[in-house]
């Protein structure tokens, strides 16, 4: 939040007005809860990992080579997005937020 401009005006009791702006962020817990899957690329990085992945990728393109030409461009772009996306998911799995130890546990409770 920013303040952008305050003002105070005299009386028996001081008021303030302000004129403040608000941003709105998405939260990355935020973005997990409405189903954005994310991939854990990072796994790449390990040789075995990427052969295998080149591998099932090379299996499914070949798959879709051999279905009719004649199909309309939406099919077969679905047809390519859900090969690439079933390979990642057993090859590589999903990307899974950190969590973080809460700040105020039960070690604080006990001062209380």
């Not at 939040?1 to 941003?23: P, W």
């Not at 790449?44 to 070949?62: D, H, M, P, T």
């Not at 590589?92 to 105020?104: A, T």
Request: with cysteine; proline share 1%; hydrophobic share 40%.
């Amino acid at each position: 939040m920013s303040v952008l401009n305050v003002r105070s005006f005299r009386g028996a009791h001081s008021l303030v007005a302000a004129k403040v702006k608000e941003r709105m962020a998405v939260s990355k817990q935020a973005a997990q809860q409405f189903g954005v899957e994310r991939f854990n690329l990072r796994k790449l990085n390990e040789l075995e990992v990427r052969k295998q992945y080149q591998i099932k990728i090379s299996n499914g393109f070949a798959a879709l080579e051999s279905l009719s030409d004649c199909e309309d461009i939406k099919r077969t772009w679905e047809n390519i997005k859900e090969n690439i996306k079933t390979s990642v998911k057993k090859n590589l799995g999903l990307y899974e937020l950190k969590q973080h130890q809460p700040w105020f546990g039960e070690k604080c409770l006990h001062f209380f």
